[in-house]
């Protein structure tokens, strides 16, 4: 089995059991071992080291508990042995919560983290943005209210009710090679040299493989023969679900940038071995389906050739 990228696996109990449970969700309010996941402006917690970073918990017996209504706290379930929630602070600056600790763009931050870490705040960011989101009911425009220890947003007006969920837009991200080359691609935003694989959001209608063949074809006008699953990554920025691919296309293909991309090309694993082009972030599922790539017909392992260019190595 492959190891779980970086925001996946099973980090934690998400004790759904408990969500409607209000006796034990008090219990676990007044337990000072209940810890809080923060979240200011979409930016996680985070104690930085020189090689590694670790999530930073503020316990429930925190002065910051009594700004926090209990129906604003999110259960993410059981973590550790600690029951743990998420709370979005309501700040024009960060506050300073716990020393050495500062909010930061989990993008970045989540490949420093150990594993299990990432994942719960990656799950505690989506959860809040997602919450944000959905305050008023998307059926008849009311009020809605949390629910279920705020995985359900309920709408308040009468005759109404409706109930709204958590939900995840999927993309497709493929590696497309023939071979012996990988099909990368570049945005004109993105870092001078940086080149990515190909993702687009799956539309309705549509499954996985035909969003594959079409969002290739789109975007580098290479007709892809045959496409396989590879894995998945979580990715809450802010609620979308990465399915990776492999595809092959015929060697012949030639790729035409369309108007998303500034610039598509093929890339043997010698250009990648010396720092053309430069890679996505380690902690991306992009740079695991490169990496699987590259080895596999590579004498060193991507991460430790030399020349190889990777932005935000974890």
Same mark, same amino acid.
């Given at each position: 089995m492959r190891k779980p990228n970086v925001f996946a696996g099973p980090y934690l109990d998400r004790a759904a059991h408990l969500r409607k449970d209000a006796a034990w969700v008090a219990a676990a309010l007044a337990d000072p071992g209940t810890l809080i996941v923060p979240l200011w402006q979409a930016r996680n917690l985070v104690r930085r080291g020189d090689r590694a970073s670790t999530a930073a918990f503020v316990e429930v017996t925190h002065e910051i508990r009594r700004t926090l209504p209990d129906g604003e706290l999110v259960l993410l379930g059981q973590f550790r042995g600690?029951?743990?929630?998420?709370? %979005?602070?309501?700040? %024009?600056?960060?506050?300073?919560?716990?020393? *050495?600790?500062?909010? %930061? *763009?989990?993008?970045?931050?989540?490949?420093?983290?150990?594993? *299990? %870490?990432?994942?719960?705040?990656? =799950?505690?960011?989506?959860?809040?943005?997602?919450?944000?989101?959905?305050? =008023?009911?998307?059926?008849?425009?009311?009020?809605a209210r949390a629910e279920s220890s705020g995985h359900v947003m309920q709408c308040t007006a009468r005759g109404c009710g409706a109930e709204h969920f958590p939900r995840l837009d999927p993309a497709i991200i493929v590696l497309v090679t023939d071979g012996e080359r990988a099909l990368l691609g570049r945005q004109a935003a993105w870092p001078p040299g940086r080149y990515s694989t190909i993702a687009g959001f799956v539309e309705p209608g549509e499954s996985l493989e035909d969003a594959v063949a079409r969002e290739v074809l789109e975007e580098t006008g290479v007709q892809v023969q045959e496409s396989e699953y590879h894995s998945s990554q979580p990715w809450p920025f802010p609620s979308s679900l990465m399915i990776g691919f492999t595809a092959r296309a015929s060697a012949g293909a030639v790729p035409r940038a369309d108007e998303e991309l500034e610039d598509v090309r093929w890339f043997t694993r010698e250009e990648i071995a010396s720092g053309t082009p430069g890679l996505p972030p380690p902690q991306s599922v992009s740079f695991r389906l490169i990496e699987d790539w590259y080895d596999s017909g590579a004498a060193l392992p991507l991460r430790e050739t030399p020349g190889v260019k990777l932005w935000g190595r974890r």
């Open positions: 600690h029951a743990v929630f998420a709370a %979005e602070i309501a700040a %024009e600056s960060p506050p300073a919560l716990l020393p *050495d600790a500062t909010f %930061e *763009d989990l993008r970045t931050a989540g490949g420093f983290l150990p594993h *299990d %870490e990432a994942g719960l705040l990656a =799950y505690a960011r989506a959860l809040i943005l997602w919450r944000q989101r959905n305050r =008023y009911c998307g059926s008849c425009g009311a009020p």
